[in-house]
């Protein structure tokens, strides 16, 4: 069975700082690495989503990584903003299921 | 498009009663999802069609859970009788491709269900 561990559970940074978000996973057999994120009350919005064959992917300040041999990403977030603050939750799909980490709530103080 | 819609957005219910569900895939997505997410759990999945056929319900957790999908742009996710226990957030997902876990899964804003 697939775990998913993401390191830490919680990261407070102040405003400008860079985020470095860790998450990983037991089995490297995946077909693909997707970050979301999640704000309080709402739903997963889909951040950025890595294929197994890939080594990284870039949207705007978000970078994620994905060292699929070591069963490791990272994510990180380029000077950050307030509206930063959210939970962070990566999830990986192999077995035909998305298998998701509890999660790196971060919180960017102003 | 308007994304992927779940309602309520809200449900308060008393134990033992009926509860239903309600999602509407992103248009043209072949797949859908139920996810449940607890603090003790996570996100979990519960259930997943393809074509509007249920492929893996192993997540269904008991015979009070039950989903359906009549057809392309509806689905339900029926809990009768409620018990506290369900109490957590319910997530409706789709993807356009899944087969082999090879796609992109796209969430709706979920269901906050209080069963007391």
């Known amino acids: 069975k697939q775990e998913v561990t993401q390191i830490p559970a919680a990261l407070s940074v102040p405003e400008g700082e860079n985020l470095v978000l860790n998450c990983s996973f037991t089995d490297s057999a995946i077909y693909n690495l997707q970050w979301f994120r999640q704000d309080p009350g709402k739903g997963l919005t889909s951040l950025l989503l890595?294929?197994?064959?890939?080594r990284e992917q870039t949207s705007g300040r978000l970078n994620a990584s994905l060292d699929k041999s070591s069963g490791r990403s990272t994510l990180y977030i380029a000077a950050s903003q307030p509206g930063d603050s959210a939970t962070y939750l990566c999830?990986?799909?192999?077995?035909?299921?998305?298998?998701f980490g509890a999660g790196t709530t971060v919180t960017v103080r102003a | 498009d308007a994304g992927v819609i779940q309602s309520p957005r809200h449900e308060v219910t008393e134990m033992g009663q009926e509860v239903t569900l309600r999602c509407k895939p992103i248009?043209?997505?072949?797949?859908l999802f139920w996810y449940r997410q607890t603090m003790m759990r996570g996100l979990e999945l519960l259930i997943y069609?393809?074509?509007?056929?249920?492929?893996?319900d192993s997540g269904m957790p008991e015979d009070r859970f039950s989903a359906k999908m009549p057809n392309a742009s509806f689905s339900t996710l029926k809990i009768q009788p409620s018990e506290p226990r369900d109490s957590a957030v319910y997530f409706c997902?789709?993807?356009?491709?899944?087969?082999?876990?090879?796609?992109?899964?796209?969430f709706g804003p979920g269901t906050r269900l209080t069963v007391l």
């Open positions: 997902a789709s993807s356009p491709w899944w087969r082999e876990g090879d796609g992109e899964q796209f």
């Open positions: 890595i294929q197994s064959s890939q």
């Open positions: 248009s043209g997505h072949d797949y």
């Open positions: 999830a990986v799909s192999n077995d035909y299921k998305l298998s």
């Open positions: 069609f393809n074509n509007n056929v249920p492929i893996d």
